[in-house]
């Protein structure tokens, strides 16, 4: 019996927030939606991967799964990353090419159930006119450039003229990510769809 094994390779990429590091493979882990674990705790029974980067590294402090990368959040600036990303590197594709689980389909089902997290950006049928506008926006301007440097940024309100938006992974802490934000999303959504009077962080 032939046994097959898994030929992972990764690389790492440096983002515009310096507390994160993208982790990118040939190998999709999560497709279609993203998951973003800030704590321990969020992850417990639910992501595998991010269980065990958290438990075997106590400099991490945050996991975001995407598609085909990985971005990891380190604590405080006393940690230089060149000292980290190759033990963190070895040990994820270690970890994928071993067939580990990623994450658990079923649990995380029902954290996007719970807390409608599934995919933010994807429109609905109880949305308004605004919204759908606002959603396909995101997902074909915003979205694409902000994978590309290891993050999300994510629907959620939009009320009286306010949109807020969840951030996550790179995003998430990210000194220019407000920048990012107003100059960037607020002007272009803000001409495009007149209706959004602002655009606002989510307040975690």
């Known amino acids: 019996?032939?046994?097959?094994?898994?030929?992972?390779?990764?690389?790492?990429?440096?983002?515009?927030?310096?507390?994160?590091?993208?982790?990118?493979?040939?190998y999709m882990l999560?497709?279609?939606?993203?998951?973003?674990?800030?704590?321990?705790?969020?992850?417990?029974?639910?992501?595998?991967?991010a269980e065990a980067l958290f438990d075997n590294f106590d400099y991490v402090s945050g996991v975001f799964i995407m598609n085909n990368f990985v971005?990891?959040?380190?604590?405080?600036?006393?940690?230089?990353?060149?000292?980290?990303?190759?033990?963190?590197?070895?040990?994820?594709?270690?970890?994928?090419?071993?067939?580990?689980?990623?994450?658990?389909a079923t649990a995380l089902?029902?954290?996007?159930?719970?807390?409608?997290?599934?995919?933010?950006?994807a429109i609905t049928d109880d949305d308004t006119e605004v919204v759908k506008k606002i959603k396909d926006l995101l997902v074909k301007y915003v979205q694409p450039a902000v994978e590309m440097d290891g993050g999300a940024i994510v629907f959620r309100s939009f009320t009286n003229g306010v949109l807020t938006l969840g951030m996550q992974g790179s995003c998430s802490g990210c000194p220019s990510s407000?920048?990012?934000?107003?100059?960037?999303?607020?002007g272009m959504l803000k001409r495009m769809i007149p209706d959004v009077k602002s655009v606002e962080a989510e307040m975690l």
């Open 1 to 26: 019996m032939n046994t097959v094994t898994k030929v992972v390779s990764i690389y790492t990429e440096a983002t515009p927030n310096p507390a994160t590091m993208k982790f990118v493979l040939n």
């Open 30 to 49: 999560l497709p279609q939606n993203s998951a973003d674990f800030p704590t321990p705790e969020s992850a417990k029974g639910i992501a595998p991967l």
């Open 178 to 186: 407000t920048i990012t934000l107003k100059a960037g999303i607020e």
């Open 109 to 121: 089902q029902t954290k996007f159930s719970a807390d409608s997290d599934a995919n933010p950006n």
């Open 71 to 104: 971005t990891v959040t380190k604590k405080g600036d006393e940690i230089d990353w060149f000292d980290i990303v190759a033990p963190l590197r070895d040990f994820i594709r270690n970890y994928v090419s071993g067939g580990g689980e990623i994450v658990n």
